[in-house]
């Protein structure tokens, strides 16, 4: 168990390792840095004080060497559209995104597993049929059309809902939160439905096919069997063995949720770190993207050395084919 | 002559296997088939049924723009569903949009499966380093959404060529960024069943009588894994013509001047408060409908292949 988790740690700093590489790539050889920061009048000797000063003459191991020892404590450099320290942009912008990624699984969880599991327990209801519908409909709408659709009828039509932004945001140290206002909260059940659309249909499609194949095993028909009522069959023996996979996908779609974001984001102007990355892409700002890549980066690994080390505390069946496959 | 009876043989046994009894067994498959050859057929045919030619400037009329449509008091009959804010007409907009579309999901799901297919094989008949390594990218790649990919080569690729080359470019960009975005459910899959086929009787055969080892993958083994690989490539199409329309409606897809249906989308959306509605409701209708039927046709395809299913 130890050593899995070591060499779990070693691999995500191998893949952290990588994607700093990567964005040390862009940051130094796409674009030049020094004629992002001046103006069109600095000289060529400036220009050349300014490479020596910010060691861009240096080795390219000095420099990477430099970049990663920065990143590591948290200085990303000066976004050049906004001229503004990057580690700034992203602490005002994580909260939006976050709550609103949170919100969104919540949402699909809640609404997703009792879908599923009605499904999967009566395959030939009317209800289930509609439920089918429904999530071949979720999966096949792209997530910003139904954003559009949204907007078109909650905002523009009823004019129920407000169709950008935030609404008004609380200040708690340094996190804003549009929790707990009436106009946060208003504002974000549009995005928040849009976002989760998507990752309800996969827990609901999951979690019904999980179903309806742990229904068909064994135990379940020796449970039956032994005369236990369907509630305790249904949901003490079949839905507890779906739920490995469910949490494993679950943790791994919370990495998703957040860069799906970027597509909600941008139809409802939410101002996250998702909008900021666009943006960032669209005027070439390497720094800001850089920094998003590794920052996502960071959360997708944790969040996978999470889900990994939790999947082998679920089922012991995975270490004794692992043994197995060693021996 | 004698591959003439091979192809007649495999045809015979096509209509008179399961796979087409179960495709004629399910309405709603036989509907989807019908809806995307349409679809195809009037991408296709797009120049010969479109009423206007949109990507022409000369015959574009900045009078006729935001034209709502034809059954609307101020529509008019040469407008079917109407126009967007420069006087395209959407109808003929979508048609040319969702050849873009489909030429753009195509090319890179080939290009996804090319790439899978191929590092799939010999990671599972080499094995040993060059499989570790291969897996390891795979797993690292696959933990990231492929949308992220999509915009990160995308975006670099927007860095480095300047606007107008950018624009000339922008399809075959795409197409880079959503193959190599997609290839690792291709080589996963390949993989696994390389390993299952790869002891089997007739690949030791073919081992034994001398064939090199190129043949023996792409000859011999990849007939036999390619199942899976035909439902993940119908999936990988919706998933492709997805990606490509949510890059464009996020403005680092195909640019306005030639729009694909994401692009129309975003065009639609900055009009949507004044009430032009039109502009993306019908784009986007016909971007759901190709994708469901897609979808459908990929999800019958993996039940009528997999015998556990039955």
Redesign the interface.
Known sequence: MIALIIRRIFQSFI?ML?VALVAFT?FRY??DPVSQMVGQETSIADMERMREELGLNDPVIVQFARFAWNTLQGKFGISYRLGRPVNELFVERLPATLELSLIAALFSLVVGIPMGVYTGLYPDRVLSKVFQAVS??G???????IG??L??FFG?LLGWLP?FGRGEVVQIGWWSTGLLTVSGLKAIIMPAFTLGMFQLTLIMRLIRSEMMEVLRTDYIKFARARGLTNRAVNFGHALKNTLVPVITITG?QI??II??A??TE??FQWPGMGLL??Q???F?D?PV?STY?IL??FF??VI?LIVDILYHVVDPRLRFDKAVAAG | MKSVTRIQDSLHRFFDGDIWYSFKKSKVTVVAACVTAVFMLAAFAAPLIAPHTPFDPGTIDLMDASTPPAWFEDGTTKFLLGTDDQGRDIFSTILYGSRISIFVGFASMLLAMIIGITLGLVSGYIGGAVEASIMRIADVQISFPAILIALLINGVAQTLLPGERHDELAVWVLILAIGVSNWVHFARTVRGSTLVEKNKEYVQAARVIGRRRATIMFRHILPNVMGPVLVIATIGLAIAILTEATLSFLGVGIPPTKPSLGTLIRIGQDFLFAGEWWIVIFPGIALAVLILAVNLLGDWLRDALNPKLR
């Open positions: 893949v990588t862009l796409v674009g071949l409909i999966i096949s709408l792209p997530t910003f059309l559009i659709l907007i078109l523009v169709t791994l990495g998703s860069a799906f970027i597509i941008t139809v990355f666009l960032a892409i669209q070439a390497i993207m890549l996502i980066a997708f690994v996978n």
